[in-house]
Nanobody, 120 residues
């Protein structure tokens, strides 16, 4: 089970940190990722991190504003979001896959999602 937290309302230019806590099993070797889905749009890839935490990958559109990290001791993955823009408004989901990927359909485990709203 994956449970996200840390979303909310923030003004343009602000920051938020999302957390995703895993339970029920260890995801230490899994690729963990963040996706987001804005109203009326498809769910899109945001970022992923390898099991070791040494390899990260981001969607080009983020322009270096987001940082993904993980704490395997606590079975948690984070997404630090800085310089937020209104177009970052979406439901953010964490996901886990047992291979390195960013393809949404390959991820086996999903959180319930957490709303992030950036006001202009």
């Amino acid at each position: 089970q994956l449970v996200e937290s840390g979303g909310g309302l923030v003004q343009t230019g602000g920051s938020l940190r999302l957390s995703c806590a895993a339970s029920g099993r260890s995801f230490g070797t899994y690729t963990l990722a963040w996706f987001r889905q804005a109203r009326g749009k498809e769910r899109e890839f945001v970022s992923r991190i390898s099991g070791s935490g040494l390899s990260t990958y981001y969607a080009d559109s983020l322009e270096g504003r987001f940082t993904i990290s993980r704490d395997n001791a606590n079975n948690t993955v984070y997404l630090q979001m800085n310089s937020l823009k209104p177009e970052d408004t979406a439901f953010y989901y964490c996901a886990a896959a047992n291979i390195p990927t960013y393809v949404r359909t390959i991820f086996e485990y999903w959180g319930q999602g957490n709303q992030v709203t950036v006001s202009s």
